[in-house]
């Protein structure tokens, strides 16, 4: 099926699905913010470094924080077998995650979710997504025809994973920040199949 738009549009679109809202949050200081916008615009997990020193500010204990970002490869490959092993046509020919490449952002995208969910942990937020990226982002699914359903699937088997992990270690308060930062999350991509109204 072909696009109504062209790939320059499609382009221009992912540059506003732009879905972490925290980077204007002025319950942070100025220096979390800023180490927050470089590592997001860097699409990169936080260092060790950076998470001892927002986790100054929240309250949230540094070291076990470190050790489930050390998992967040394994805990986005354990997701998306999960979802294969329900839904195996996904990535077979005529299936919505057919050919390789659509499997392959899907993937990717999980990643990301993760990566901006322990974003919110390590700054001690849980609502922490942007409205207009949202909105974006809901546009672009649209068009590239993602299919949302399956891609909440994995997100929830990563929120269930990634809390597994993170409550080996760390306390339970921010476990249940994690679990709230995902569910979050969850809720408002569930919108994307409805008329989604954002709370922030």
Partial sequence: MTSPLSSE????LAQRAQIFGLLDRQSLNSDLR???AQANDETRLLTA???TAACQHSGVKPAPLIQLQSQVPGLVDSAREALLAQQPDLVRPGGALFPQERADACWRDCFHFLRISLYAVAAGETR???PAGLDAMQELYDVLKVPVPA????LTQLRDLACKAYSKDGPNQDVSLLESALDHLIK???GFQTDRKPFL
Wanted: overall charge negative.
């Fill in 9 to 12: 549009q499609i382009r221009a």
């Fill in 128 to 130: 922490f997504t942007d």
């Fill in 49 to 51: 470094e950076e998470i």
């Fill in 34 to 36: 800023a180490t927050l």
């Fill in 188 to 190: 408002q991509m569930k």
């Fill in 151 to 154: 891609l909440l699937v994995a």
